[in-house]
T-cell receptor, first 114, second 111 residues
């Protein structure tokens, strides 16, 4: 068990650029989640996958955001045409796939949009 | 919709003091309740959980009891240590791991 891995740890980009983050969940975990966290706030749900199927997206998620989990293993989160308001910590979590169970979080990717 | 409200921080205590961090929730259905902890420079990790009313979750000297009548899940520890300094998040889950989190409470324990 190597834990949930996220890359990069930090990303600085200019407004209008596209960025992509990667998450490698714990290998036997079926579910994978993306959350966003800003300073002084708790994690905010963005989307989640059951294997390769994206089952839910937050209504707060702009069309500029897209996530994939093509083989049911790692996942990518892409933000197109970044805005300063996108600056946040992007957290990935995984779980075995049982309801009401605990999440295992990665250390996050800190995005700064200049 | 679901929501979690935590007591505002930051909280500063001396070592061996008693800790309480309040958490109340609003949820449809019957949620499971969690406390996660984030140590400096690390990701969130589960501290304890309770899945039904009157359950008590406990871990590392921390405890929290699921109180349905008051919709609360307050975190307590009898004697805090410097190593307990961290950010604590209360969370609930009603459906497929889509957890709702509070805004976190920063705890600093001084020697």
């Amino acid at each position: 068990d190597t834990g949930v891995s996220q890359n990069p740890r930090h990303k600085i980009t200019k407004r209008g650029q596209n960025v992509t983050f990667r998450c490698d969940p714990i290998s036997e975990h079926n579910r994978l989640y993306w959350y966003r966290q800003t300073l002084g706030q708790g994690p905010e749900f963005l989307t989640y996958f059951q294997n390769e199927a994206q089952l839910e997206k937050s209504r707060l998620l702009s069309d500029r955001f897209s996530a994939e989990r093509p083989k049911g293993s790692f996942s990518t989160l892409e933000i197109q045409r970044t805005e300063q308001g996108d600056s946040a910590m992007y957290l990935c979590a995984s779980s075995l796939g049982q309801d009401n169970e605990k999440l295992f979080f990665g250390s996050g990717t800190q995005l700064s949009v200049l | 919709g679901n929501s979690v409200t935590q007591m505002e921080g930051p909280v500063t205590l001396s070592e061996e003091a008693f800790l309480t961090i309040n958490c109340t929730y609003t949820a449809t259905g019957y949620p499971s309740l969690f406390w996660y902890v984030q140590y400096p420079g690390e990701g969130l990790q589960l501290l304890l959980k309770a899945t039904k009313a009157d359950d008590k979750g406990s871990n590392k000297g921390f405890e929290a009891t699921y109180r349905k009548e008051t919709t609360s899940f307050h975190l307590e520890k009898g004697s805090v240590q410097v190593s307990d300094s961290a950010v604590y998040f209360c969370a609930l889950n009603t459906n497929a791991g889509k957890s709702t989190f509070g805004d976190g409470t920063t705890l600093t324990v001084k020697p």
